[in-house]
T-cell receptor, first 116, second 111 residues
């Protein structure tokens, strides 16, 4: 399966600032997904990122708050903008269909964000 | 909304089989049942998937009822490292369809 490197693994940020999370994959993948996991909750999909096109956001998530870049088939970033304490969550990237592992999705280990 | 229903929590004794149920009564004919688990502080991990036949791999077995409205994930000899939240997910066959997570079952393996 694909190997995902997600950075940073954790951060503590001041409210009103922004944080950019990076997701690097060791192979070319078609789709990348960004999820949020609030404390004690399940995973919620933020957006789907295709290379060369605008990300597709789920209901309740907007580009101004969570801008996403997907410059190539192995890399994506998620920015959490103008942060508030309510943004404190774990953010995870995931990759879809890729060579050698077509059935299951692979997840990064997540970025644990605390906003103070 | 998630298409599956799972019990919120279960306990299982170490060394015994853990049987995790999942209801997916609205599953359509081309949708698969997937199981993932999330060990504390890690990203979700793929376990197994199936369409209508029972499946087994090195991690677990998946039993799907004949009407496909429910399934059971079986961990044959549970260890303490199997303590995790287990998610049952229904999705289409093709690789780029998004995963929608429900609330899952928190499985605790008791020594």
């Amino acid at each position: 399966s694909a190997v995902i490197s997600q950075k940073p693994s954790r951060d503590i940020c001041q409210r009103g600032t922004s944080l950019t999370i990076q997701c690097q994959v060791d192979s070319q993948v078609t789709m990348m997904f960004w999820y949020r996991q609030q404390p004690g909750q399940s995973l919620t999909l933020i957006a789907t990122a295709n290379q060369g096109s605008e990300a597709t956001y789920e209901s309740g998530f907007v580009i101004d708050k969570f801008p996403i870049s997907r410059p190539n088939l192995t890399f994506s970033t998620l920015t959490v903008s103008n942060m508030s304490p309510e943004d404190s969550s774990i953010y995870l990237c995931s990759v879809g269909k890729d060579r050698g592992f077509t059935y299951g999705y692979t997840f990064g280990s997540g970025t644990r964000l605390t906003v103070v | 909304d998630a298409k599956t229903t799972q019990p919120p929590s279960m306990d299982c004794a170490e060394g015994r089989a853990a049987n995790l149920p999942c209801n997916h009564s609205t599953i359509s004919g081309n949708e698969y049942v997937y199981w993932y688990r999330q060990i504390h502080s890690q990203g979700p991990q793929y376990i197994i998937h199936g369409l209508k036949n029972n499946e087994t791999n090195e991690m677990a077995s998946l039993i799907i009822t004949e009407d496909r409205k429910s399934s059971t994930l079986i961990l044959p000899h549970a260890t303490l490292r199997d303590t995790a939240v287990y998610y049952c997910i229904v999705r289409g066959r093709f690789g780029n369809e998004k995963l929608t997570f429900g609330t899952g079952t928190r499985l605790t393996i008791i020594p």
